[in-house]
């Protein structure tokens, strides 16, 4: 899906803006979606663990770990400076995890969910995301209007769900 306001770049961000019970559903790429933030209009925020910061090597047991140590050690396969693989946050090769092990593992605990990649997310067809994306909205609103009791809205919130859950089921 190509992002709605330069029609140009591929779409990496969903930006849903609920009002008064309306959904305003927008599809940004990277760009698009930093000016919109500094253009102030909203109050919009990504939301979720924010990126995690550039870290410098943990210290050693023995006592703190100099920079001069940390730019002088090197991968022996690739030889790639540990200090650039801090800094960059880009490994040379597969055998920098294992020079680089004690380095690099509070990095990456601190930057990903787990230890062990899981896999990408198979591609799906834009139909098929966008009514993903819409049951996603309206199971939202209706755990919204369940919880201001507005149970007539909550009806019909039900009712859209049930039929985009048919939808989903046709499709696939």
Do not use: W
Not at 23 to 52: I, K, M, N, W, Y
Request: proline share 4%.
């Amino acid at each position: 899906m190509l992002c709605q306001r330069c029609h140009k770049n591929l779409a990496t961000v969903r930006y849903a803006e609920v009002v008064d019970g309306k959904v305003t559903d927008l599809h940004f790429c990277s760009e698009c979606l930093a000016r919109h933030q500094e253009s102030g209009q909203t109050g919009f925020e990504l939301s979720g663990p924010a990126p995690a910061p550039r870290h410098t090597p943990p210290q050693e047991s023995g006592g703190q770990q100099s920079d001069s140590v940390v730019a002088q050690r090197t991968c022996s396969s690739c030889g790639i400076l540990l200090k650039h693989v801090v800094n960059s946050g880009e490994v040379g090769c597969s055998q920098c995890y294992s020079e680089f092990e004690d380095d690099l593992e509070p990095m990456l605990r601190a930057t990903h969910t787990a230890m062990r990649h899981r896999g990408k997310v198979p591609h799906r067809d834009d139909a098929r995301e966008a009514l993903r994306a819409e049951l996603q909205t309206k199971r939202a609103l209706l755990r919204t209007a369940l919880k201001m009791e507005n149970y007539e809205e909550a009806a019909v919130l039900r009712d859209e769900i049930k039929a985009l859950d048919t939808g989903m089921r046709e499709q696939g």
